[in-house]
């Protein structure tokens, strides 16, 4: 389902929001949603809000040039947000959580920086594909934009390192599909650990890329 008018977007942000977080994908006030809208503005989340309770009638609203429109404060992440959309046309929504298991990965010393996770299920390489892993930054820290600057443009997600992650997609709904089997497989990993597993080889990943494009 398609949904792009401003006030159903609210709806399904708020609906969305509440899903993730009854699920335990973030916790307290942490994890921050956008959208863009057909005007080339924005919906955030607003900062220090929690996902479970959103309010759709108080999420920020952000005109093209990032300005506040209205609504409560937008989420201090939103530089990263605005980042990860300038180098991403295609893509119309980006969620972030501290998803405990993606968050595990981005703690591991030995993980591979340009590819976090392997490629282990068919569902990770066709929602999420290769992650590479953003330095440390403060949380908020305007410099993560420019962090995320030349990796956004050829990955629909990031691992923020001792942070989470940021997946963007061609819709909320894929954004937030993107994020859960994002965090499912960041288990399966750590689950996996030590036991040598069997990921999918170039071939499979090559042949999943041209039949599921993500955005
Ligand atoms: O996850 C968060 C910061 O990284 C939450 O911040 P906000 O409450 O400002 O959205
Ligand atoms: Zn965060």
Known sequence: MSVRNESQLREQITVLGKSLFDRGLTMGSSGNISVRLED???LMTPTNACLGRLDPARISHLDAQGREIDGDKPTKETFLHMAMYAERPHSQAIVHLHSTHSVAVSCLPDI?????IPPLTAYYVM???RLPLVPYHLP????LGDAVQGLAGKHSAVLLANHGPVVAGKSLEAAVYATEELEETAKLFLLLHGRNPRAL???QVAELEARFPRD
């Open 112 to 116: 591979d920086p340009h590819d976090c």
């Open 127 to 129: 929602r999420v594909g």
């Open 201 to 203: 080889t170039e071939e």
């Open 40 to 42: 080339g503005g924005w």
């Open 140 to 143: 908020g820290d305007p410099a």
